[in-house]
């Protein structure tokens, strides 16, 4: 019998630089990639999702798909440890992942870590995910997530227009894009993410808490984008609400105004 991934914690050379991994104390591991926090994975529970614009993700996806039988096709721009994957595997056994890294050395050392479902329920693909996307065939996902970072920050290739009709091509209609846009107080990135999602997507949606939409602190905002109706519903309110850092969501009119006059951004 094959014996289950053991992690062990240290600093390990990485294709991109260097990943650290380091345990929580409650049998849970955090993945830092150059100096970035980016993945948190319980072994023992594939539902702990303990970064909170995760949960918010989960939150949006849970609210356009319901029913856990749905046989949902997922890609996912950016993989690290795959905690996301592994949440919506388990969350929905009948779903098929395809989770896009661009770090080979570090897309292996996951698997040699982790318990992560096997293909055909997840594989992991080592490329970069604008080149992927556009590699695919159209109306093939059912959901795409962006959680694409380069150190802290998103590559710009990977938050334009144009990168945003690819991933529109690939959905099909009706499908979710869900994006993490992380920014400083000023909000200006985040502000240009959702005019860019807003000018390619009919429906778009923000969660994020408070603080962070008031200008208050640095964090992340998750826009939620579709070419079909987004459901205003009470239930992802009231679970957002709920979570243990409460979370907002705002649609439509609130949207445009979180927006202002910020320009949509665009390849060079």
Not at 134 to 141: A, G, P
Request: charged share 25%; glycine share 6%; aromatic share 6%.
């Amino acid at each position: 019998m094959a014996q289950a991934p053991r992690p062990a914690a240290g600093s390990f050379p990485i294709s991109t630089g260097t990943a650290e991994l380091t345990g929580d104390g409650a049998g849970g591991w955090l993945l830092t990639v150059n100096g970035a926090q980016s993945s948190h994975v319980d072994p023992f529970d594939p539902e702990n999702l303990e970064f909170e614009y995760m949960r918010q993700m989960a939150a949006a996806v849970a609210d356009a798909h319901p029913d856990p039988a749905t046989p949902l096709r997922v890609l996912h721009l950016g993989a690290a440890a795959c905690a996301l994957p592994r949440y919506l595997a388990h969350r929905y056994p009948r779903s098929r992942h395809v989770a896009v890294e661009i770090d080979a050395e570090l897309a292996r050392l996951a698997r040699e870590w982790f318990d992560l479902p096997r293909a055909p329920r997840l594989r992991i693909r080592v490329g970069d995910a604008r080149e992927v996307t556009e590699s695919l065939t159209e109306h093939t996902r059912d959901v795409v997530i962006r959680d694409a970072f380069a150190e802290s920050v998103t590559p710009l290739h990977l938050k334009t227009v144009e990168f945003t009709r690819a991933v529109r091509r690939v959905l099909a209609p009706g499908g979710l894009y869900v994006v993490n846009v992380g920014d400083r107080r000023a909000l200006l990135s985040a502000r240009m993410e959702a005019a860019t999602v807003a000018e390619v997507f009919d429906h778009v949606e923000l969660i994020s808490d408070p603080a962070m939409f008031k200008g208050r602190r640095s964090g992340n905002i998750v826009v939620v984008a579709s070419d079909g109706p987004l459901p205003d519903s009470p239930e992802l309110q009231r679970t957002l609400r709920s979570d243990p850092e409460p979370s907002r969501l705002l649609s439509g009119d609130q949207v445009t105004a979180f927006i202002r006059n910020a320009p949509p951004l665009h390849d060079p």
